[in-house]
């Protein structure tokens, strides 16, 4: 080593600097080249969120290999935008109804109102919005696309961080009361970490499930607007269009290391790191693993680089942001119900004067005869909804059980279960219409199955989250018991998946009736089939601009999954959150 014989100084701090473990390792510059690596493909992609709005016409898509890299990383940009912009909408909106009750009777019903909108609804009345706020460059287009993918992952996520909010063990909330803690202190210490198991789990899902809705999302045409963003999205309309099987092969496979991707560099480090707020009293599983995790963990300067932040983090979970000698003003019982009357009452006028406003727009070109034949396919998408998800829970709650309870088997099933839930149904729709066709089968029954493909996970996902969740020390009190067969599932496991189940039942209902907009009419080419049903009617009334029947159409859905959230849904919530808490 002449060079630390020849400059003793500098040797000996550098030997310091060794010791204290300041220099960067092996481990270091690997993060850092990955981390470089992901800078630079999220600021080429930004860039080009910005071209000018003429260059989708000059440069229409094509479908050449070569430009796949290019598709999946703007594709993959609009969905991280959407799943981020999903995060705050969750932590913000979900919090607000857990904690109040006042604001949950206004969040609650709105939630399952929008979760029944389709995609298509909100394209018909956000693109000329979006594209007339940046005129001239793509941003508005990407904004309009970006809000489409959000509108199919915000809902699961938000009624996930609620549920799990309501369902805080009373245990621990009475010791952080007992402790002293403010409000903001509970939240960052006790109820979003016991959260955080499922709404990782339900964001994988929202992040799977918005790949359902990537073709309609950037290959949008409202009446007379039509606009194609380059993305694996656009790709897939124009193979299916153009009857290119190896289009859509290559789509396929593109997608598919996409999504290796993001879950090997993203999602799994996110699972073990989630892992260490399982809310139990014993250690004996194994624990998640990622390379990337352990990478991270390996560091030397990148975690010193780290230290300002968490201090950062630390002391922002621990602000009191109301003084320690505040008192919570105190109302009386009978204003306190005065309150909340004027406040349903508010609620009331406000849904009354909405329906009147759509009813009025509807009837001044409508008929009741129109109004019955929306209300009839909405039934009819009812009863396929009902029978698809009775189907769909008896198929995926065991199989969830049996992979949340095995974190070796949820590893290894995890990145398959999400390149399946991403796997977007339109790549099947050529086929389903091939075989009906073929076979002189019924599309009303042989296109139902297509609502349900990109649904169901939100069931398996859920099932997996709570199953992942579920206290290691009550299984061995069911060990020490002799708990088997039906009274195990009645007695021990189906009561702490419960609440988990219901969230995952409750999106998976609304994301059907979403995903009806394209599974009740499948093309091919030239060949179109179509299923009597209300996403139907919606679909063509979206694709020759006829607002007024897509008001119509979207007013009717959202009726009919209000009344079944209302009647079904929230009485199970409820249940949930009074006799099957983990207390």
Not at 29 to 49: E, I, K, Q, R, S
Not at 455 to 482: C, H, K
Not at 504 to 513: K, R, Y
Not at 556 to 574: A, C, D, E, H, I
């Amino acid at each position: 080593m002449p060079f630390l014989s020849n400059n003793p100084e500098r040797g000996s701090a550098l030997a310091a600097l060794a010791r204290e473990r300041v220099l960067p390792n092996l481990y270091d510059l690997a993060a850092f080249a990955l981390l470089a690596t992901l800078a630079v493909l999220t600021f080429h992609g930004a860039a080009a969120m910005h071209a000018p709005l003429a260059g989708l016409s000059s440069a229409p898509i094509a479908l050449d290999p070569a430009l796949l890299p290019e598709y999946a990383l703007r594709t993959t940009m609009r969905m991280f935008a959407a799943i981020i912009a999903s995060l705050i909408f969750t932590f913000v909106v979900a919090t607000l109804a857990a904690k109040s009750r006042r604001a949950e009777m206004l969040i609650i019903p709105a939630l399952d109102i929008l979760q029944s909108v389709p995609v298509l609804g909100f394209l018909t009345f956000t693109v000329t919005f979006f594209m007339g706020l940046f005129p001239g460059s793509q941003l508005g287009a990407e904004c309009a696309s970006i809000f489409a993918i959000f509108t199919s992952q915000a809902w699961n996520m938000a009624f996930s961080f609620y549920q799990s909010l309501r369902t805080v063990p009373r245990d621990l909330d009475e010791v952080s009361r007992g402790f002293g803690l403010s409000s903001w202190q509970r939240f960052c210490r006790l109820e979003a970490p016991f959260a955080m198991p499922g709404l990782v789990w339900n964001t994988m899902m929202s992040m799977s499930g918005g790949w359902f809705f990537v073709v309609a999302s950037e290959a949008i045409t409202v009446g007379d607007t039509t606009v194609q963003l380059p993305g694996l999205g656009s790709w897939l309309a124009l193979a299916i269009k153009e009857q290119d099987f190896l289009a859509v092969g290559w789509a396929v496979l593109a997608m598919a290391v996409v999504i290796g991707l993001y879950d090997q560099l993203l999602f799994r480090p996110i699972v073990a790191w989630a892992d260490k707020f399982r809310f139990e009293q014993t250690a004996g599983q194994r624990k998640p693993r990622s390379w990337v995790y352990g990478l991270a963990r390996r560091t030397r300067l990148l975690k010193r680089l780290m230290v300002p932040f968490a201090w950062l983090g630390g002391r922002l979970m621990l602000l009191r942001l109301r003084p320690a000698s505040s008192r919570p003003v105190r109302i009386a019982p009978a204003a306190s119900r005065v309150l909340d009357y004027a406040w349903l009452g508010l609620i009331v006028a406000l849904g009354a004067w909405s329906t009147w406003i759509a009813v009025s727009y509807v009837g001044q070109t409508l008929s009741w005869g129109d109004a019955g034949d929306a209300l009839v396919r909405g039934l009819v998408t009812l009863l396929r909804v009902v029978v698809l998800i009775a189907v769909a829970s008896v198929i995926w709650v065991p199989i969830g059980v049996w992979v949340g309870l095995r974190p070796e088997i949820a590893e290894r099933v995890q990145p398959v279960a999400q390149f399946l839930a991403a796997f977007p149904a339109n790549v099947l729709f050529p086929f389903a219409v091939i075989a009906i066709v073929s076979t002189g089968a019924s599309p009303e029954i042989w296109l139902s199955p297509l609502m349900v493909l990109g649904t169901q996970w939100y069931i398996l996902f859920n099932v997996i989250a709570g199953a992942s969740a579920f206290p290691t020390d009550l299984r061995e009190a069911a060990r020490v018991y002799q708990l088997r067969s039906w009274t195990w599932w009645r007695r021990v496991i189906l009561p702490g998946i419960f609440p988990y189940y219901v969230t995952g039942a409750l999106t998976a209902c609304g994301g059907s009736w979403n995903a009806s907009i394209v599974a009740e009419v499948a093309s091919w080419g030239d060949t179109k089939l179509e299923a009597y049903g209300l996403g139907s009617y919606i679909a063509n009334a979206t694709e020759v601009g006829d607002f007024v029947r897509v008001v119509l159409g979207i007013v009717v859905m959202s009726l009919f999954v209000t009344l079944l959230n209302r009647v079904l849904w929230r009485p199970l919530y409820l249940l949930a959150e009074r006799r099957m808490r983990l207390d």
